[in-house]
């Protein structure tokens, strides 16, 4: 579904990424792990195109992502939830979510996709007039993901959902990537908290300075992530 | 009620109506700061362009007031569209002084073309519109009118800003700029479009405004840095803040020009703007962060 190969990607003139290959098939969870500093938000933001590599090749279901302006990515179906949420804290929950249906294909599945998304997050039918910058980390990591499921996503990019939250809060989190993965919605998820994750995907990369160090099923690097703990530090 | 109780109430409902014209002003500035932080300097010359066309229109080719205005108001959305294509997309950019100079150059431009063009005499469209005189007060006619219509327009700005898809990315563009492109917004269309609407709201004011003034080159050096420091008492780029200060600024201009002349009025209202750049400096409204 979605292919990188040999992606450079950096900020100026420091580079951030190096030669990245990874594949994300239709289905599966994937994830990313890696210590502070990695790329990991680098790698996601050259996914949906914040940012555009400078070299290498990415391609959803066959097309060039390079070739489609970055702003129209979200309609070849990929959706990013950015690291620590950016919900637009001044606009209520239901203009957010508005905004995340912004899309022409999506404005017209509107009330549809409010729906899908209400039923997942009860909470923000709740709270959807209230501003989304008044309400709980929990709450609005909820709305930023239901903020990327309103374009109605075939892969959804999660960029640290577990970041900053409550324990209890983090469970729930994960738990929900059960109901989103059943939901027919591929996933592709960068986590710290790397023994949670590695028990939600089934295949992860490690990303240490730009460079894929390891790639795997999720139980081999359970294993090895145990190991590699001491001298990492993740 | 004394006699002088009703002067009050008359330099209060002064001060509201000015009030209106005033946040009109502010509010299209104010849009293109929040959505695009670029301060237009050039903001009033804008509107003293839009001051000549509806005089040429409605003087000189005898136009019907209303399409006048509608045609004014298009004019200007138009040049604030070439503002923004011309200038301020190619320093986007750029350091924000840059910014500030190239659109404080557009301000001496437009001044001295407006100079070469028109020449320096006032010009006004020489309606005489009644004033009203209600329980002992005169209020004048063209300030009622240009309040109403400044109302009408804001509303207007805000329906679309709260209804439509494109409203909502002008208020989430203000809010975070980077991540417009995950919505699927392309910033470059918003920015035009807030543009054209920051030139109409430009517009709008013009012709509201030479209802009231003569125009001449010059004319927007009376607005301009009054409409700034709005901007800026409101918390610039706040649109409600702005609102808020654009009446507080008028009812310190009306009442303040009640008690001595007008020009006391303004003295004070600019005095009180200095003591609360001391005390709020990020705007009456400001959001403790
Ligand atoms: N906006 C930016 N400008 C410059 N350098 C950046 C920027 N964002 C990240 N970096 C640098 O790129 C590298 C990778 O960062 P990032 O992708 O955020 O890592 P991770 O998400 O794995 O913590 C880091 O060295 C970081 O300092
Ligand atoms: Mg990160």
Known sequence: ?234 | MGVFDIYLLEALINGVLLGGVLALLSLGLNLVFGVIDVVWICYAELIMLGMYAMYFLASVYHAPLLLAAALSIAAVGVLGVLLHVLVIAPLLGAAPINQLLATGGVLFFLQSAATILFGIEFKNLGLRLPVLKVAGMFISYSRLLAFAAALIGMVLVYLFLSRTYTGAAIRAIAQDRQIMTLMGVDSRRIYVITSALGGGLAGLAACLLVLQYDVHPFVGLSFGPITFLICVLGGLGNFLGGFVAAFVFAEIISVGGLYLDLEWGYVFAFAFFIAMMFVRPQGLLARRS
């Open chain 1, 1 to 234: 579904m979605l292919q990188l190969t040999g992606v450079r990607a950096g900020y100026g003139s420091f580079q951030a990424l190096f030669d990245v290959s990874l594949e994300v098939r239709a289905g599966e969870a994937v994830g990313v792990i890696g210590p502070n500093g990695a790329g990991k938000t680098t790698l996601m933001r050259v996914i949906s195109g914040l940012i555009r590599p400078t070299a290498g090749q990415l391609t959803m279901e066959g097309v060039d992502v390079l070739a489609t302006p970055p702003h129209r990515i979200v309609e070849l179906g990929i959706a990013h939830v950015p690291e620590s949420r950016r919900l637009f804290p001044r606009m209520t929950v239901e203009d957010n979510l508005k905004m995340g249906g912004f899309a022409p294909a999506a404005r017209a599945k509107f009330r549809q996709r409010l729906a899908v998304v209400y039923e997942l997050f009860p909470r923000l039918r709740e709270r959807r007039r209230q501003l989304a910058g008044s309400m709980s980390g929990g709450e609005q990591q909820m709305c930023a993901i239901g903020r990327a499921l309103m374009s109605e996503p075939r892969l959804l990019l999660l960029d640290e959902p577990s970041a900053g939250l409550a324990p209890v809060v983090v469970d729930h989190v994960f738990a929900l990537l059960g109901t989103i993965r059943a939901a027919g919605v591929t996933v592709l998820i960068v986590e710290q908290n790397v023994q949670q994750v590695l028990r939600v995907v089934e295949r992860a990369y490690l990303l240490k300075a730009g460079r894929i160090r390891a790639a795997g099923a999720a139980g081999e690097l359970l294993d090895g992530a145990r190991l590699r703990e001491a001298y990492l530090g993740v």
